[in-house]
């Protein structure tokens, strides 16, 4: 039998975008491409032939080489930057959202509570919270950190954000980070946008990306129940319609693997699981995607703006 990739001839590739820096500045934490480059990266492949195509189309056949723009988590300056400028382009694109701080009483995740602690504590106390956090490790735990932050080349943030995420419990992380100071509160509350903010747009697609962005663990039917099918029901209480792709949110945790969720997300109406880095086949069912920083050098681009 023919595969898909067979009967695509022309290639397909899923570009992955977190936050850009615009007239919203950057969320606090974040690692931002600027606007400029990510329109220099958009109109350099329209003009070299490729076409976007919405994401709930990517199993479809197409008559160009196609992209199709992902961005993760659905911060504010990832939504008022980049979708107004794809939408009056008529661009589709696809966010995936986490529900947590949609909640009555919030429940930011866990990786952005990091990712604002990194950012506005002091280097000393970062190092102090380190220390605890390597103390608490077993070396295969501590080998798992060091390969899945492996592009973190500082080991204080490498054993905090590892630690944190893929090793200790939320329970724990939170113990050992909280009391939150009133500006890294501040940061967190004006960090998500609003459901109702979609709605506004025609090409802009949502999908799940879990409640709290919490890593996969080995327990994947819980982590079903407890993160995917909440999103959607979320989602959906919201008035809006979650794609059948789901956004894997970040690397697992020990004993975690895509591909024990995979049956599970079958079964409940997936047609594929979003995921980092590299090129997608056109069949299996984890998409690789490009990041935003690699764009240039994937596609053999100039890279000539910030």
């Not at 939320?170 to 979609?198: D, G, I, V």
């Not at 049956?263 to 409940?268: A, G, M, N, T």
């Amino acid at each position: 039998m023919m595969t898909t990739a067979a009967m695509n001839s022309h290639p397909k590739v899923v570009l992955m975008y977190h936050s850009i820096a615009g007239d919203v500045p950057a969320i606090t934490g974040s690692f931002p491409i600027s606007m400029a480059r990510f329109r220099h990266q958009i109109e350099t492949l329209l003009q070299n032939g490729w076409q976007c195509a919405p994401l709930s189309r990517l199993r479809h056949e197409v008559d160009a080489p196609t992209f199709y723009i992902t961005a993760d988590d659905g911060t504010i300056d990832w939504t008022r930057n980049a979708l107004p400028w794809c939408e009056q382009r008529k661009l589709p694109t696809h966010t995936a959202v986490v529900t947590g701080p949609w909640e009555p009483t919030p429940r930011y995740p866990l990786a952005h509570i990091i990712q604002v602690i990194l950012a506005l504590r002091s280097g000393k106390s970062l190092e102090k919270l380190a220390t605890r956090i390597s103390g608490m490790l077993t070396p295969q735990q501590q080998s798992h950190v060091e390969m899945a932050y492996s592009y973190e080349p500082d080991p204080i943030r490498r054993t905090i954000k590892g630690g944190c995420n893929l090793i200790l419990t939320e329970h724990q992380a939170k113990q050992l980070l909280y009391p939150l100071s009133s500006a890294e509160q501040e940061a967190l509350a004006h960090r998500f946008e609003k459901p109702n903010y979609y709605k506004s747009f025609h090409f802009a697609e949502t999908g799940a990306h879990t409640v709290t962005h919490r890593a996969l663990d080995q327990h994947t039917e819980r982590y079903v129940c407890d993160e995917i099918e909440p999103c959607l029901t979320t989602m959906r209480q919201f008035g809006l319609v979650p794609s059948d792709y789901f956004t894997n949110p970040m690397k697992t945790k020990p004993g975690g693997f895509l591909e024990n969720l995979a049956p599970l997300l079958r079964k409940i109406g997936f047609s594929g699981v979003l995921t980092c880095c590299g090129n997608w086949d056109q069949d299996s069912f984890v998409i690789p995607r490009i990041d935003a920083k690699q764009i240039e050098h994937h596609f053999g681009m100039e890279h000539n703006v910030g």
